[in-house]
């Protein structure tokens, strides 16, 4: 297969869907690196952010690149959390302040009253953190 190299990509003028697309057409053409550029570009486009982290992550796994994996779910577990917090609306003290009591006496709230459980996909990507510094860790030894 024939491999377009980085340099000879024009992702600049793309639109967030033609980055997707591009990126799936890379994927299939066993282009990872171009693939990744265009991935990146879609998040710069804001559009998809969820399916373009995904690709990312499987893209670094794949490249055996588990450092990049590990800083690309990072970003996107900080990314997702701010998301969801911003979901929240402030309506009156009083519902706040009973909101917060209840769902910390129900556990879903730590000492510092962040949440512990996050709606998919942070979830998962939580968990494939804990993975990767697993296997980092034991490697080390």
Not at 5 to 30: M, R, S, V, W, Y
Not at 42 to 64: C, P, S
Not at 125 to 138: A, D, T, V
């Amino acid at each position: 297969m024939k491999v377009i190299p980085l340099h000879k990509i024009n992702l600049k003028a793309k639109t967030g869907q033609e980055c997707e697309a591009l990126g799936k057409e890379f994927e299939k053409a066993d282009n990872p690196e171009a693939a990744i550029a265009a991935y990146k570009e879609m998040l710069k486009k804001d559009y998809n952010k969820e399916l373009a982290y995904h690709r990312l992550m499987i893209l670094f796994r794949k490249t055996g690149q588990p450092e990049k994996e590990l800083a690309i779910i990072t970003t996107a577990i900080n990314d997702f959390r701010k998301i969801f917090s911003k979901r929240r609306v402030a309506a009156s003290k009083t519902i706040v302040t009973i909101s917060k009591k209840l769902t910390k006496s129900l556990g879903l709230l730590d000492k510092k009253g962040e949440a512990i459980y996050y709606p998919q996909p942070v979830q998962g990507w939580i968990k494939r953190k804990e993975l990767i510094l697993r296997r980092m860790k034991n490697k080390v030894k």
